[in-house]
């Protein structure tokens, strides 16, 4: 941390204990609601709110939280909404949520305090989470390193902007990881079929799925920062740049002295590198936690679909109803069954009245013949003869390169298609395993056909056995 004062002793300097105190306690979903209520009232008057008007609004606030006592008040002797009301706002404006103007005229005004308006907006975001988004920001990073030209023209202007928008991009890759676990917690309290194809297909897939999610998948961001990455290295590397954002450093802050200024800008460029590594395990993160969320709602609706299928619990219904009527009996015994029509097309008994229930099929295992404990000779024989005809049958780069090595023509020669000696159906096929294995790597032969630099030539063909084969120049290397 070296000189750097702690946020401790900054904050307390700025506001009381007793500012977070009230919201840590078995009363703080009490002050959260009237405090939420209070700011909304005061957002919308130019002056302060009369102290009569704050305690009405408080006094609601607590009706509609009868169960939540505070910590003054006993079960057996419980306060009034009114005293609540009074108690509340006087502990509000002790901690310094609140303040407190006592005019002329006698009348005393209620303002919100400024860090309480900031710290009730800050719950309000972590309550009521905004849709996740990615934006090109990082995209946008990693151009602009990548592009020597874009950071020559203002290097400190251009790093102390990538810093920021890797910072917000990081930002939100974070939001996008807890959108997803939201997402995972709903899919698992849901307790009917039709809530989690809701989580599914009304949430997940419209403002996660095919949005950001398919926004990061198209960034391609492992191959841009790794070229950013380079910019980075280059611009640390490079006299002329690292003069140019000290000089820039220089005349935004004069009071510092030379080396301090080049000190600034080593550390932002490690900054701006350690963002940058930092946007890879986050994006995989989300990919695993989009992963898990899928395997997740796979298994709900699984699960669901089992024990509390709408469809299953009738069906099941209907047999039990069945079953205690007819306890005893065959359904073909019952001469006037008395059942509620089914609300399904075409119902049948598949397997009559006699019974529901189908027997499985059993089938006689049959004879399974002996093998022979050794082979003979022949039949030993007979499996390598077999052996030897899928190999040589087998049209691989082994057989290409012995059959170009057969050829009686030196290194480098050029052998026309015509003059190739294809007399059977094994010398066709060495031809064949030539064309196929043509590009690999460990071919010792390169194929040339004429017409691959000029696609309106007329095709010109050998024929050879019987089959057209377009004309082509073997080189054998």
């Given at each position: ?7 401790s002793?900054?904050?307390l ?7 977070f ?14 405090l ?25 606030v607590?009706?509609s939280?009868?169960?939540v006592?505070?910590?003054d008040?006993?079960a057996?002797?419980?306060f ?6 009074r108690?509340?706002?006087?502990r509000?404006?002790?901690?310094g949520?609140l303040?407190?103007e006592q005019r ?7 303002f ?10 800050a ?6 989470p ?10 946008n990073?990693c ?40 997402h ?23 403002r996660?799925?095919?949005?950001c999610y ?9 191959i ?18 690292l003069s ?26 490690d900054?701006l590198?350690e963002?940058?590594d930092?946007?890879v ?11 898990e ?15 509390a ?58 004879e ?31 057989r290409?390169?012995?059959f ?11 052998i ?9 159906e ?7 395993a030539c064309?196929?294995h ?22 010109t063909?050998?024929?050879k ?12 290397k």
């Amino acid at each position: 941390m070296g000189t750097e004062p702690l946020l401790s002793k900054d904050l307390l300097r700025e506001v009381r204990p007793e500012f977070f105190r009230l919201l840590s306690g078995s009363s703080a979903p009490l002050y959260i609601d009237v405090l939420d209520a209070l700011e909304v009232a005061a957002s919308h008057v130019n002056g302060g709110l009369p102290r009569d008007e704050a305690l009405s609004i408080a006094e609601s606030v607590i009706e509609s939280h009868g169960e939540v006592i505070l910590e003054d008040e006993s079960a057996a002797e419980p306060f009034s909404a009114r005293e609540k009301a009074r108690l509340l706002l006087d502990r509000l404006l002790g901690a310094g949520w609140l303040e407190e103007e006592q005019r002329a005229d006698w009348q005393r005004l209620i303002f919100f305090d400024p860090n309480g308006v900031t710290l009730t907006h800050a719950l309000r975001k972590m309550a009521r989470p905004e849709a996740a988004v990615f934006s090109d920001k990082i995209v946008n990073v990693c151009v602009t390193l990548a592009s020597r030209d874009a950071v020559a023209a203002q290097p400190w202007a251009q790093v102390e902007s990538c810093v920021a928008n890797l910072q917000a991009g990081l930002g939100e890759l974070r939001a996008m990881q807890k959108s997803i676990e939201r997402h995972i917690r709903q899919q698992l309290v849901a307790t009917t079929l039709k809530q989690s194809l809701s989580v599914l297909f009304d949430q997940f897939a419209p403002r996660f799925g095919r949005g950001c999610y398919a926004e990061l998948v198209r960034a391609r961001l492992p191959i841009r920062l790794a070229e950013a990455r380079r910019g980075v290295d280059e611009l640390a590397i490079d006299p002329a740049m690292l003069s140019a954002m000290q000089t820039e450093v220089l005349r935004r802050e004069p009071f510092i002295d030379v080396d301090s200024a080049m000190r600034r800008v080593q550390a932002r460029l490690d900054e701006l590198s350690e963002l940058l590594d930092q946007v890879v395990p986050l994006a995989d993160a989300v990919d695993r936690r989009t992963a898990e969320f899928t395997r997740r709602s796979l298994a709900r609706f699984r699960y669901l679909q089992e024990v509390a299928g709408e469809n299953r619990s009738r069906v099941q219904l209907f047999f039990e109803t069945l079953n205690q009527r007819l306890a005893g009996q065959r359904l073909n015994e019952v001469d006037a069954l008395e059942i509620p029509a089914m609300r399904v097309h075409d119902v049948r008994y598949l397997a009559g009245l006699d019974s529901l229930y189908t027997p499985r099929l059993r089938r006689s295992a049959a004879e399974i013949e002996p093998l022979d404990d050794e082979t003979s000779e022949s039949q030993q024989g007979h499996a390598l003869g077999q052996l030897r005809s899928a190999m040589r049958d087998s049209l691989t780069v082994g057989r290409a390169n012995r059959f170009v090595e057969s050829l009686p023509a030196k290194l480098g020669s050029r052998i026309h298609s015509q003059d190739l000696p294809m007399h059977t159906e094994d010398d066709l096929a060495d031809v064949i395993a030539c064309l196929l294995h043509a590009h690999a790597s460990d071919a010792v032969f390169q194929i040339e056909v004429p017409r691959a630099g000029d696609d309106a030539a007329l095709i010109t063909s050998d024929v050879k056995l019987c089959y057209r084969i377009e004309r082509f120049v073997l080189v054998k290397k």
